[in-house]
């Protein structure tokens, strides 16, 4: 028997029984019984006595009959009182255990009395109702526990599920997800409808001896789709999907993950074709011995079963691991093997083009005025990743339902990536001298930015507060950048500078503020990095530290290179601030004018700043 009959019996044995509770509580079932129960009787009266009230009217001689019932528990007494009106009522008495006597007693009075024998049950009722409880408390427990481990992750965590794995299931998925939800990642699309296409007629390949992959790595950053796509290829083959997160094998017992993983890929393999997808795969599959501390036994031991699982089927019957990480570079050595994840997609962030498609598929369920232009959306958020485009068309609706508005207009849209670039607007300062020090400041950085050719253009300048920001410049890139030269670079530090040298200018040495520290970050960043990633200083092409900051091992040179590399970022930095501090006071005439509108208007957009400079100076166009 499978498990899905012994669930259905299980079902039926736990129905069968809650009905015939249900029918055994309304007395439907003890036919017998019923007649001979004393609330039954038609003269019944609700009011009882203690059994030492009774004894008392039993002295009193105020007892006329008893008739005593359930082995003689209980007893119905016709007594009439002074206190009870004289007249004759039925009277019930609950006769403790050990009353033995009683009987004696009411011989001893003289009263009538009749002993009624509790109900001969039939002897299926009787096995029926003994039994019941044990076994319905018994299918239950078993019931929930084969379940357990179906119903998502809880499973995991109740102690007798220990080691079943706490991979979703669904047996066809209704995700609805379709290869024409996804956009903007061609490339990965392409190789997974392959995919797919083995899925559901494996014979064409292994006729011609193709070898489809069983692992394949989907790498890149959060939010790019990577969830998705391994959700389209199981609904696109109509195949079980069996999703799970590296971190959730991570557990603080040895040896469970390992289970676990055992577990996962034991349902897999009894259901082919099928998706195993593992998120975050990076948090099991670290490199081993990389780390210090105990916990990593437990990791290591969990990477050891995965290699062991996918080594273990060696023709792919079709299970096909799906892995998805944003750091590939930490990964195992072991896992990347031929026959393990030997095939990797790089999943990036979606270019201009890819960003039209997103919006563009999450705009589909939106009604959306015929102001917006999704093109002109998508040039506006370089760098945006599918999730975080998704939640910006749905900033976009709520803002729109909060404006009681039936259709979401370029009004909530520029709202929405205001917010989700520079967080939630907070109040506008009072008029002081502190707004105007920050207005010089941002129309600085926007002074400076228009006027280089190498600088992006200004999309917007505000006062009005943003997250952390007091007032904010935003600049909007025309293309996606993929290479960066170095004239953009030093521009992009001259810009960044305008703000202070601004402030230094206009306010004096004196009244500089602290306004400015993210921007220097900023600036020695960028400079730090020309010197010692890219080779942009006199020291030459030489790579000094690797993408995260680490030194690396430069032989016997390394006398003295970290003060060249201070002196070189200095450099930089020195040379930048001067040519800021030229287009400052080359510009002071309309800089003020600006700042006087932007204390006016608090936002100005970047058609109207460079209207505004034009007048006065010549700007240079950029590509
Ligand atoms: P990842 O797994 O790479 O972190 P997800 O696949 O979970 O990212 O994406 C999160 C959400 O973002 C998706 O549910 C979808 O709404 C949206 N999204 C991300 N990438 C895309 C894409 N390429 N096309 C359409 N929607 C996307
Ligand atoms: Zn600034």
């Not at 790595?217 to 939010?223: A, H």
């Not at 299970?319 to 030997?342: M, Q, S, Y």
């Not at 500078?497 to 200018?505: D, F, H, P, S, Y």
Request: hydrophobic letters at 40%; glycine letters at 10%.
């Amino acid at each position: 028997m499978d498990r899905n009959t012994i669930q259905k019996i299980l079902i039926g044995i736990v129905l069968a029984a809650c009905i015939f509770i249900g029918l055994k509580s309304f007395n439907v079932l003890d036919v017998e019984n019923t007649q001979t129960r004393p609330e039954a009787t038609n003269n019944i009266s609700s009011s009882r006595m203690t059994y030492g009230r009774f004894l008392e009217y039993l002295e009193m001689g105020w007892v006329k009959q008893v008739d005593l019932y359930d082995n003689n528990r209980n007893a119905i007494v016709q007594a009439s009182s002074p206190e009870l009106g004289n007249r004759p009522q039925s009277i019930r008495v609950e006769i403790p255990v050990g009353a033995g006597q009683l009987i004696q007693k009411l011989k001893e009075y003289d009263i009538n009395f009749d002993a009624h024998p509790a109900p001969r049950k039939s002897i299926f009722i009787t096995i029926a109702s003994n039994l019941l409880l044990p076994v319905l408390f018994i299918a239950g427990l078993f019931f929930f526990f084969q379940n357990s481990d179906n119903f998502g992750s809880n499973g995991g965590n109740s102690p007798m599920s220990l080691g079943k794995s706490p991979a979703r299931f669904d047996e066809r998925p209704a995700t609805g997800i379709s290869f024409n939800d996804i956009a903007g990642i061609d490339e990965a699309k392409a190789e997974f409808e392959e995919i797919v296409s083995f899925l559901k007629e494996p014979e064409r390949y292994t006729l011609v001896g193709a070898k489809i992959p069983k692992g394949v790595l989907l790498v890149g950053p959060p939010g790019t789709g990577k969830t998705l796509l391994a959700k389209a290829i199981a609904s696109e083959a109509n195949v079980p999907f069996y999703s799970v997160a590296g971190s959730e094998f991570v557990e603080m017992f040895i040896g469970i993950g390992a289970a676990r993983i055992r577990d996962l890929f034991k349902k897999a393999s009894e259901n082919t074709p099928c998706i195993v997808f593992i998120d975050e795969i990076d948090a099991v599959g670290r490199e081993r011995g990389a780390g210090i501390g105990g916990g990593n036994d437990e990791r290591e031991q969990t990477l050891n079963q995965l290699l062991t699982e996918m080594d273990g089927f060696k023709e792919n019957k079709g299970v096909i691991v799906v892995g998805a990480t944003n750091r590939v570079d930490i990964l195992d050595a072991a896992l990347l093997r031929p026959g393990r994840f030997d095939r990797q997609i790089t999943v990036g962030l979606p270019d201009r083009l890819g960003r039209i498609g997103i919006l563009k598929v999450h705009a589909k369920n939106k009604p959306l005025d015929e102001d917006v232009s999704l093109v002109q959306l998508a040039n506006r958020t370089p760098g945006f990743s599918g999730a975080d485009l998704a939640n910006l068309l749905n900033e976009a609706a709520i803002l729109a339902t909060r404006y009681n508005k039936e259709t979401i207009s370029k009004k909530e849209v520029n709202e929405a990536v205001d917010r989700i670039i520079g967080g939630i607007a907070g109040a506008t300062m009072e008029d002081s001298k502190n707004k105007k020090l920050i207005a010089y400041h941002e129309v600085g950085h926007a002074i400076v930015g228009s006027v280089l050719e190498h600088h992006d253009n200004v999309e917007k300048i505000t006062l009005v507060p943003r997250g952390g920001a007091k007032g904010l410049t935003w600049f909007a890139p025309e293309e996606d950048q993929g290479l960066v030269s170095r004239s953009q670079l030093i521009a992009r530090i001259i810009g960044t500078l305008g703000g202070r040298v601004a402030e230094q200018i206009v306010f004096g040495e004196p009244e500089i503020t602290t306004g400015a520290s993210n921007d220097l970050q900023q600036v020695t960043n960028i400079a730090r990095q020309m010197v010692t990633r890219f080779g942009m200083s006199n020291i030459g092409p030489i790579a000094l530290e690797d993408s995260n900051n680490e030194q690396m091992f430069l032989g016997g040179e390394n006398e003295g290179i970290s003060d060249r590399i201070d002196m070189e970022v200095c450099n930089i930095v020195n040379h930048c601030e001067e040519v800021a501090k030229e287009i400052i006071l080359n510009n002071r005439v309309v800089i003020d004018l600006a700042v006087e509108k932007l204390l006016d208007a608090e936002t100005l957009s970047g058609e109207e700043f460079r209207e505004l400079v034009s007048s006065y100076t010549v700007l240079p166009s950029k590509k």
